[in-house]
């Protein structure tokens, strides 16, 4: 009497085909990200909203379609306990891919971060466009021109060393 296990896939690492073809490598870890040698068969992949069937054999399979350009790659597989999904910068060089992984947080702290920053300087625009407007304003109607304006600040700062 045998028992079939029915391995599943606790997560995914993506790295290039070892005979370097152009395609790549999607590795089933385990929690101490080992690859996990158990997996076995065909698992469903959505590649980029395209569902593919990848054969792993020893905890790897290897995609159908080599990658011709750097793109970005949105690797999804849904297992009966969860679903994973990781997004995939995929540098493409002379010397083969390389993959980057990109994090879901990054992906909302870098929007933030930018808004937090634009909502600080706020003010400091604000006088920018002011202080443009009125330099502006002289330099067509009174006759203000950059060089006389830089030269004024480089002697007034010679007059104060």
Avoid at 95 to 101: A, L, M, V
Avoid at 110 to 126: D, G, N, S
């Amino acid at each position: 009497m045998a028992w079939a296990q029915n391995a599943n896939i606790a997560d995914f690492d993506v790295k290039e085909n070892l005979s370097q073809n152009g395609k790549l490598a999607i590795i089933a870890v385990d929690s101490l990200n080992k690859t996990n040698n158990g997996i076995q068969g065909s698992y469903k992949f959505n590649i980029n909203g395209f569902q593919q069937d990848l054969q792993f054999n020893d905890g790897v399979a290897v995609t159908a379609n080599p990658i011709e350009s750097s793109t970005f790659v949105f690797f999804k597989h849904k297992s009966p306990h969860k679903d994973i999904g990781k997004l995939y910068f995929l540098r493409v060089t002379e010397k083969g891919i390389t993959p980057y992984k990109i994090s879901g947080m990054l992906l909302i702290i870098l929007p933030l971060l930018i808004l937090f920053i634009a909502y600080k300087f706020k003010r400091f625009l604000v006088t920018l466009a002011i202080l443009a407007v009125a330099y502006l304003y002289l330099n067509y109607s009174k006759g203000l021109d950059v060089k006389q304006l830089i030269e004024s600040t480089i002697l007034g700062l010679k007059d104060l060393i």
